[in-house]
């Protein structure tokens, strides 16, 4: 996996309280609000399949009217193969995920992009803010 990665454009957008920083590829999304990762920790330590948990939302369940929008949403902005930015609180969830929100090259944080989302419906939300 090569990944380049301007931290000077995307460093900006952390949002306050989250410590740690490390480029990652997407390997698939799960659902609107899980997806699974490499991650170079180090230049000697890679993670392969690890999953995340987008911290800060709680997208529309994957069984639900528009549980598939959500994944196609994310697998959208960031496909298999993407490389990305994980900002990190390293905290995790109560199934054992970590959290943490994801930066798009161009800075765009997924958290916020999925949080001003709607459905096909155009009423729906595709996720809500939440704090687990």
Same mark, same amino acid.
């Given at each position: 996996?090569?990944?380049? @990665?301007? #931290?000077?454009? /995307?460093?900006?957008?952390?949002?306050?309280? #989250? /410590? @740690? $920083?490390?480029?990652?590829?997407? %390997?698939? @999304?799960?659902?609107?609000? =899980?997806?699974?990762? =490499?991650? %170079?920790? $180090?230049?000697?330590?890679?993670?392969?399949?690890?999953?995340?948990?987008?911290?800060?939302?709680?997208?529309?369940?994957? +069984?639900?009217?528009? !549980? %598939?929008?959500?994944?196609?949403?994310?697998? +959208?902005?960031?496909?298999? !193969?993407? $490389?990305?930015?994980?900002?990190?609180?390293?905290?995790?969830?109560?199934y054992g995920r970590e959290l943490?929100?994801?930066?798009?090259?161009? !800075?765009?944080?997924?958290? $916020?992009?999925?949080?001003?989302? +709607?459905?096909?419906?155009?009423?729906?939300?595709?996720?809500?803010?939440?704090?687990?």
């Amino acid at each position: 996996m090569k990944m380049h @990665w301007d #931290f000077n454009h /995307t460093i900006t957008n952390v949002p306050v309280g #989250f /410590t @740690w $920083t490390f480029p990652a590829e997407i %390997q698939r @999304w799960v659902d609107g609000d =899980s997806v699974y990762v =490499s991650i %170079q920790r $180090t230049a000697r330590e890679k993670l392969i399949d690890v999953e995340l948990r987008l911290d800060g939302i709680n997208a529309v369940e994957i +069984k639900t009217a528009f !549980g %598939q929008e959500a994944k196609a949403f994310m697998e +959208k902005l960031a496909p298999s !193969g993407a $490389t990305v930015l994980l900002v990190e609180r390293n905290h995790k969830e109560k199934y054992g995920r970590e959290l943490a929100r994801v930066l798009l090259m161009d !800075g765009r944080d997924l958290c $916020t992009e999925i949080l001003t989302a +709607k459905a096909s419906d155009g009423v729906t939300p595709l996720a809500v803010p939440y704090n687990p």
